[in-house]
């Protein structure tokens, strides 16, 4: 359920029209890991991708996510990598 909710999110922020202004065709993936701390915030952005700017704008988007319930681990509130990968296709 949070993976849905992150990626619909993610799909509704990120600026697709990037990948055509750069000169990009076909099939696109940025993979971007970061950590829910233990009070819920987003920390640790990292990004990989075809382009820097791409990369910029996935880590832009990541920290747009609102506040996050942070995991739990034997009644203790802990941290959480999480890794996302983040595909588009440019239309030529």
Excluded: W
Excluded at 6 to 18: A, C, G, H, P
Excluded at 22 to 42: A, E, P
Excluded at 65 to 87: D, E, H, N, W
């Amino acid at each position: 359920c949070m993976s849905e909710k992150i990626s619909q999110f993610v799909n509704r922020k990120f600026n697709t029209e990037l990948g055509s202004e750069l000169g990009l065709s076909g099939i696109n993936r940025i993979y971007v890991r970061f950590k829910i701390d233990q009070k819920g915030n987003i920390v640790d952005i990292g990004s990989r991708g075809p382009h820097p700017r791409l990369e910029q704008e996935a880590a832009r988007v990541i920290k747009l996510l609102p506040q996050m319930t942070p995991g739990m681990q034997r009644g203790k509130a802990v941290g959480v990598l999480y890794s996302l990968p983040i595909v588009f296709q440019v239309q030529d």
